[in-house]
């Protein structure tokens, strides 16, 4: 095992890891996708992939551990396969959230309509952003981009907070379509808890890059 | 850096990891203590005790990936390693519903009384108990009683389950105390939440254990 096979190694993990990661993030858009569609088969295809995503979460979890046995890592490498074993699990729970969105989804589909003036697919388009910028983050090792998918976790705090108050409010005034606007809550709080892998996933980068570029200012 | 040594700090580790995961259950139980007393200083206790939580959290890495640079770890030694970083993670995250929780008691104490017929307490020992019984398997290597954890998340989905469509009842008779039936729902969803990561927690052990077992018989 030379160090280039190492290498060659780490390079097939990060590979493996931003394909999950695309994986997860479809699946996110395919759930709001069939909730501003009412598609009942959209939601089937995101069922039937889950098993797709956590195959890829054992086999990242199998190639870490490969990795981490086969030689004695450096602190850099070291922190890396770290990372990338913590944002796989982050990523295998984005992917059941969109699982828990589109059972929403297939109960929404027998309901009436609401009028509730709630933007799902906005706070679904912030959060998936943000998962893919953490990626992003991820697969360039930059520290900046990172940061400011931190900064946006409190935005989507706040769009959450504002559709429970808005669900509250239309409760208040009628209680005809409240089993759709119970839907829509719980729709909105798995969306907050994909912006929270989200910025799970940035701190993961951060605690990779960062722990690194302490160690090499210490040596220089 | 002796074998010894390198035990010993495994054993450190595990002290450190069941350590944390004692702040993480009292902190649930605190949340739940104070949702049945409405006791909104205990609700302060859960939110400034996060800290503590985090902070384990960050040395637990630490240790972990100290031991993982120190010497080239035993296949059995390299996975315990990754499973405490893994439960880790899932611990610091019961600490966050627990906090979500103490958030929505504020809300409540505002609030008139549900009469609403959902046994949240029964529902919080339930997912407690997983939580400590995940932490006892993960102390003592016993693959059994996590794969009892592993059995238990359908009851507590169930119960979730039961809570939202008795909301969702409740609702449908009147709209008078809605608000207080949407904070009840989200506190179900939080030790919904609990579960999962006892149950994230019980799969740790399992790879832990068994994927040292599968490696011993490939080797005799």
């Not at 509250?168 to 892998?197: F, G, K, P, Y």
């Amino acid at each position: 095992m030379t160090r280039t096979r190492f290498h060659q190694g780490l390079d097939d993990l990060k590979q493996k890891l931003l394909a999950m990661g695309g994986l997860a993030e479809q699946a996110v858009e395919r759930a709001v996708r069939a909730y501003q569609t009412r598609d009942l088969s959209l939601c089937q295809v995101v069922l039937r992939d889950e098993s797709k995503i956590n195959a890829a979460e054992r086999d990242v979890d199998e190639m870490s551990i490969d990795l981490l046995a086969m030689q004695q890592p450096m602190a850099i490498d070291l922190r890396f396969i770290v990372a990338c074993i913590k944002i796989n699990a982050d990523l295998e729970r984005v992917g059941d959230q969109a699982v828990n969105i589109a059972e929403r989804v297939m109960d929404l589909a027998t309901r009436p309509d609401s009028t509730l003036e709630v933007d799902i697919p906005r706070m679904a388009q912030f959060s998936i952003s943000m998962v893919r910028d953490a990626l992003n983050a991820f697969l360039t090792a930059d520290v900046n981009l990172a940061q400011t998918v931190l900064e946006r976790d409190d935005l989507v705090d706040n769009m959450n907070r504002e559709i429970f108050e808005a669900v509250d409010l239309a409760m208040s005034q009628s209680n005809s379509n409240h089993r759709t606007l119970l839907d829509t809550l719980i729709v909105a709080r798995n969306l907050e808890r994909v912006a929270d892998h989200a910025t799970n996933i940035a701190e993961d980068v951060i605690f990779w890059v960062r722990g690194a570029d302490v160690r090499h200012h210490a040596q220089s």
